[in-house]
């Protein structure tokens, strides 16, 4: 099945700097990846995902990349805000595995004033 | 969250004891599905459930039972087999789409033993 690694477990980046995340994979056949975010004592909630179609997709300060090659995606947050401390999840799909979604581990951003 | 209601918020188990975790959505997505989330680990998916009446077991159903009598509603069962049920667990709904993944998520409940 699929195997996903996401790095680093914590992450501390100063107010205004960028923070990037990045996540691998194993299945060759997965082509959904999405990115989640989530607050303390809540569920996550989808920020931006991406289609092996395509490369790049950005929303605001946020940004998600594909390489299929090395089957590696990653989410770049730029200008970072307080806000943004979470614990953000990766997560792939393969084709017609609709309900078996393999999320990462999680990367616990804090980011400080 | 947004239409997604998990109750209670934290519940305390003791020892020998079922406890039920509720999950009602008005979303009117057709897929439910319970994760377990444990501090440091990814999401494990326990049950899901595509159509009324039927579910299937995910990655780790053993100590666990659902049901889905209604669309609405998927609840879950920590039974006593279960012995390290302390997580925190997340019900999630898909609406299925043939070019559709996206999973909604509740605000989770905590549940300990005591």
């Known amino acids: 099945g699929e195997n996903v690694e996401q790095h680093p477990s914590t992450l501390s980046v100063q107010e205004g700097d960028s923070a990037v995340i990045k996540c691998t994979y194993s299945?060759?056949?997965?082509?959904?990846f999405p990115w989640y975010k989530q607050e303390l004592g809540k569920g996550p909630q989808l920020i931006i995902d991406?289609?092996?179609?395509?490369g790049e997709k950005k929303d605001q300060r946020i940004a998600v990349t594909l390489n299929k090659t090395a089957k590696h995606f990653s989410l770049h947050i730029t200008e970072t805000q307080p806000e943004d401390s979470a614990v953000y999840f990766c997560a792939a799909i393969p084709t017609g595995g609709g309900n078996k979604l393999t999320f990462g581990t999680g990367t616990q951003l804090k980011v400080e004033l | 969250d947004g239409g997604i209601t998990q109750s209670p918020k934290y519940l305390f188990r003791k020892e020998g004891q079922n406890v039920t975790l509720s999950c009602e959505q008005n979303?009117?997505?057709?897929?439910m599905y319970w994760y377990r989330q444990d501090p440091g680990q990814g999401l494990r998916l326990i049950y899901y459930?595509?159509?009324?009446?039927?579910?299937q077991k995910g990655d780790i159903a053993e100590g666990y039972s659902v049901s889905r009598e209604k669309k609405e509603s998927f609840p879950l069962t920590v039974t006593s087999a279960q012995k390290n049920p302390t997580a925190f667990y997340l019900c999630?709904?898909?609406?299925?789409?043939?070019?559709?993944?996206?999973?909604?998520f509740g605000s989770g409940t905590q549940l300990s033993v005591l």
């Open positions: 459930s595509q159509i009324v009446n039927d579910f």
């Open positions: 299945d060759s056949a997965s082509n959904y």
């Open positions: 999630a709904t898909r609406r299925l789409l043939s070019t559709n993944e996206k999973l909604f």
């Open positions: 979303l009117n997505h057709d897929a």
């Open positions: 991406i289609r092996s179609n395509v």
